[in-house]
C-alpha cells in the first residue's frame, strides 16, 4: 500500500482563501478589518521566522496586521502593560504572544493576561478549560489544524482508535480533546508509555507530537491508518547541509498507511492558517456576528 498524501500546502492555501472571503465580507458589509497582533520577545531565530510568515499572510487575507517587538531583557511588567494595551484596543481581535519566552518571564502569567476572546492560540486557562468541557473555545492553531486534516481525509471520526504521542498544553493535550470531541477513543501516549509499538499498532489515527526526528517507524503503523506528523525537527543530510523531518519516519510509514502528512508541506502551513481563522472568529464573536463554518 501506498498512503495518500495529505497535501497541508493546498489544505492551508484553501483555508485561507476562505478567510480572505469572511474578512471582505466584514469590510464591505460591517466596516470592520479583523486585527491581529504578534508579540515578539527577543531575537529567537525561528520564532522570527514564524512571525515574519504569519504577518506576511495576514496582511495577505486582508486583515490588519501589527508586530510589536521587546527587548529579550524586558521586564515582566512592560510586557504585561503590553498585553493590556493590546487587550483594550478595539481594532485588534487576536492576540498572540509568541512562544517560548525568555526564561525570567513567566509564560503562563503572560498568556493568562490576555483576554481570553482574544486569546488566538487557545493557550489561556479559560480557553483550555472550556475546551476540555466542550464549550465554546479558542481551539490552538496546530491541533485545530490537524483535526480539519483528519475530518477532510476521513469524514466521520467517530469510534476510531486514536493515538497522540505527546501531551505538551500546546499540541498533544488538545489535539486528544479534540478527537475526543469527535468520538474517537483516545490514548495520549508520553515518554513513559509502555510498550509504544503496540500502543501505536492499535490506532486508526496516529498524531504524533514529540520532537524526535523520525522516531515512528513505518512497523509501528497499523496499515490504512491515517498518519498527522506534527513533528519539525532539523537533521544533518549525509551530503552535507541539513533539512527538515517529522516525527515519523516518513518513506516506512507512508508504504503502510493510508494516509500520511508530509514535513514540510502538511502540519506546519495548517498552523497559520487557522490562527487567520481563529482571528476572524474573534472579531466576529466581539461584534455578535456569525462566525466561519
Ligand atoms: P514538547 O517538547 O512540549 O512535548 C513533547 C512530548 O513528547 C512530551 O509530552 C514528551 O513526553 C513526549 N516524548 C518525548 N520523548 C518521547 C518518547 N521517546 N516517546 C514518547 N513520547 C515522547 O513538544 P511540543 O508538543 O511543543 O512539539 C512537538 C513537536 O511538534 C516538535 O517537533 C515541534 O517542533 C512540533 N510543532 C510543530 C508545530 C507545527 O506548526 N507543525 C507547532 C508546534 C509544535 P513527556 O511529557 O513524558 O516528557
Same mark, same amino acid.
Given at each position: 500500500?501506498?498512503?495518500?498524501?495529505?497535501?497541508?500546502?493546498?489544505?492551508?492555501?484553501?483555508? @485561507?482563501?476562505?478567510? %480572505?472571503?469572511?474578512?471582505?465580507?466584514?469590510? =464591505?458589509?460591517? %466596516?470592520?478589518?479583523?486585527?491581529?497582533?504578534?508579540?515578539?520577545?527577543?531575537?529567537?531565530?525561528?520564532? /522570527?521566522?514564524?512571525?515574519?510568515?504569519?504577518?506576511?499572510?495576514?496582511?495577505? !487575507?486582508?486583515?490588519?496586521?501589527?508586530?510589536?517587538?521587546?527587548?529579550?531583557? !524586558?521586564? $515582566? =511588567?512592560?510586557?504585561?502593560?503590553? !498585553? /493590556?494595551?493590546?487587550?483594550?484596543?478595539?481594532?485588534?481581535?487576536?492576540?498572540?504572544? /509568541?512562544?517560548? #519566552?525568555?526564561?525570567?518571564?513567566?509564560?503562563?502569567?503572560?498568556?493568562?493576561?490576555?483576554?481570553?476572546?482574544?486569546?488566538?492560540?487557545?493557550?489561556? *486557562?479559560?480557553?483550555?478549560? #472550556?475546551?476540555?468541557?466542550? /464549550?465554546?473555545?479558542?481551539?490552538?492553531?496546530?491541533?485545530? %489544524?490537524?483535526?480539519?486534516?483528519?475530518?477532510?481525509?476521513?469524514? +466521520?471520526?467517530?469510534?476510531?482508535?486514536?493515538?497522540?504521542?505527546?501531551? +505538551?498544553?500546546?499540541?498533544?493535550?488538545?489535539?486528544?480533546?479534540?478527537?475526543?470531541?469527535?468520538?474517537?477513543?483516545?490514548?495520549?501516549?508520553? +515518554? @513513559?508509555?509502555?510498550?509504544?509499538?503496540?500502543?501505536?499498532?492499535?490506532?486508526?489515527?496516529?498524531?504524533?507530537?514529540?520532537?524526535?526526528?523520525?522516531?515512528?517507524?513505518?512497523?509501528? *503503523?497499523?496499515?490504512?491508518?491515517?498518519?498527522?506528523?506534527?513533528?519539525?525537527? @532539523? *537533521?544533518?543530510?549525509? $551530503?552535507?547541509?541539513?533539512?527538515?523531518?517529522?516525527?515519523?519516519?516518513?518513506?516506512?510509514?507512508?508504504?503502510?498507511?493510508?494516509?500520511?502528512?508530509?514535513?514540510?508541506?502538511?502540519?506546519?502551513?495548517?498552523?497559520?492558517?487557522? #490562527?487567520?481563522?481563529?482571528?476572524?472568529?474573534?472579531?466576529?464573536?466581539?461584534?455578535?456576528?456569525? $462566525?466561519?463554518?
Amino acid at each position: 500500500m501506498t498512503a495518500t498524501v495529505i497535501d497541508g500546502k493546498a489544505f492551508a492555501a484553501k483555508v @485561507r482563501g476562505l478567510v %480572505g472571503e469572511h474578512v471582505a465580507m466584514l469590510k =464591505a458589509d460591517h %466596516g470592520i478589518t479583523p486585527g491581529l497582533a504578534v508579540v515578539l520577545v527577543g531575537d529567537d531565530p525561528a520564532s /522570527q521566522v514564524y512571525v515574519k510568515s504569519k504577518g506576511k499572510m495576514t496582511v495577505e !487575507v486582508g486583515m490588519k496586521s501589527v508586530e510589536h517587538r521587546m527587548d529579550a531583557d !524586558v521586564s $515582566e =511588567a512592560d510586557l504585561l502593560a503590553m !498585553v /493590556q494595551m493590546l487587550n483594550d484596543d478595539p481594532t485588534i481581535h487576536g492576540i498572540l504572544v /509568541q512562544l517560548p #519566552l525568555p526564561d525570567h518571564l513567566n509564560s503562563d502569567l503572560v498568556i493568562n493576561s490576555i483576554n481570553p476572546a482574544k486569546d488566538v492560540d487557545g493557550f489561556h *486557562i479559560s480557553n483550555v478549560g #472550556l475546551l476540555g468541557t466542550g /464549550q465554546k473555545a479558542m481551539v490552538p492553531c496546530t491541533p485545530l %489544524g490537524s483535526l480539519m486534516m483528519l475530518r477532510d481525509q476521513l469524514g +466521520s471520526l467517530s469510534g476510531l482508535n486514536a493515538v497522540v504521542i505527546g501531551r +505538551s498544553n500546546i499540541v498533544g493535550k488538545p489535539m486528544a480533546q479534540l478527537l475526543l470531541g469527535d468520538s474517537c477513543t483516545v490514548t495520549i501516549a508520553h +515518554s @513513559r508509555t509502555k510498550d509504544l509499538a503496540d500502543v501505536v499498532r492499535r490506532a486508526d489515527i496516529v498524531v504524533a507530537a514529540v520532537g524526535r526526528a523520525q522516531m515512528v517507524p513505518g512497523d509501528w *503503523i497499523k496499515p490504512g491508518a491515517t498518519v498527522i506528523d506534527v513533528g519539525i525537527n @532539523r *537533521i544533518d543530510k549525509p $551530503e552535507g547541509g541539513t533539512r527538515l523531518v517529522g516525527d515519523v519516519d516518513y518513506d516506512s510509514c507512508a508504504a503502510v498507511a493510508g494516509a500520511i502528512t508530509p514535513v514540510p508541506g502538511g502540519v506546519g502551513p495548517m498552523t497559520i492558517a487557522c #490562527l487567520l481563522a481563529n482571528t476572524v472568529t474573534a472579531c466576529c464573536r466581539a461584534n455578535n456576528l456569525a $462566525e466561519p463554518e
